[in-house]
């Protein structure tokens, strides 16, 4: 009985650990920090495209080529790489574009990651680009000025959960259902807080470069995340 229940622990054991991750993760890693990104699977086409780009290396040495403090980093464009300084970027890609996914519970909340885009007039679908992809820092909102934005911005309500987000955390809400949101910085957000702060110069362009080198994590590494995160869930929640 006893070296029963030892196999039977010993199983449970090793299903844990056996078990697959609930989520695809990323690390984009800069000289200016590093984050990790939890792909959401509501957005399955951008999460597997991401993947994709990641896992061929389309990303590694391109530079974060936009951004404005305050609003969001954007970076992923394949002519970055190994760009002049007096290069106009922001044009590149691959000969494709990703259907939108906008959902509904997904908003531009400070962190998030989202596909940029071609304008309304040449892009009425609001596809997504292939590879260029911006992460949110955004800035915090109030009542008064989330009211502004529904009513020159939006064609919806922001709902009272998001509203809660945008006055405390910071966002970009005017961004909402006009672009796809696919996926949220879980670790590391200080990288995003660095790079807005970066002096730019012409077209919104870091006067450094700041290369990436984006991996996606192993099983192994997801499983470990997924626990830690877990565990600081629980401690948040005991705190409360």
């Known amino acids: 009985m006893k070296k029963l229940l030892t196999f039977f622990l010993s199983l449970c054991f090793l299903s844990a650990f056996a078990a697959k ?38 990303y590694n040495g391109t530079i974060f080529h936009r951004v404005i403090k305050a609003f969001m980093i954007q970076g992923g464009d394949p002519d970055s790489k190994n760009a002049t300084p007096e290069a106009t970027l922001g044009n590149g890609g691959l000969p494709y574009t990703v259907p939108a996914e906008f959902r509904d ?20 679908t609001k596809a997504s680009s292939s590879t260029q992809f911006y992460i949110v820092q955004g800035k915090v909102w109030t009542d008064s ?61 870091p006067t450094e470069d700041v290369k990436m080198t984006v991996t996606v994590l192993s099983k192994k590494e997801a499983r ?3 626990r830690e995160m877990k565990k600081i869930d629980k401690k948040m929640v005991k705190t409360i």
Do not use: Q
Not at 117 to 123: F, H, I, P, S, V
Not at 160 to 176: C, F, N, Q, W
């Open 21 to 58: 991750p609930k989520n695809h993760y990323v690390k984009i890693s800069t000289n200016k920090g590093e984050v990790i990104v939890r792909l959401y699977n509501e957005t399955p086409l951008h999460r597997d495209n991401f993947l994709k780009l990641a896992k061929e290396g389309v």
């Open 105 to 124: 519970s997904l908003f531009h909340k400070k962190g998030v990651l989202a596909a940029a885009r071609e304008g309304d007039a040449e892009n009425p």
């Open 145 to 205: 000025t989330l009211n502004v934005t529904e009513a020159r911005r939006l064609k919806f309500k922001i709902p009272e959960s998001h509203r809660a987000v945008y006055k405390t955390i910071g966002g970009t809400p005017h961004l909402d259902r006009n672009y796809t949101v696919y996926g949220e910085v879980v670790k590391g957000l200080e990288m995003v807080d660095n790079i807005a702060a970066m002096p730019t110069g012409k077209g919104d362009r």
């Open 224 to 226: 470990r995340l997924e």
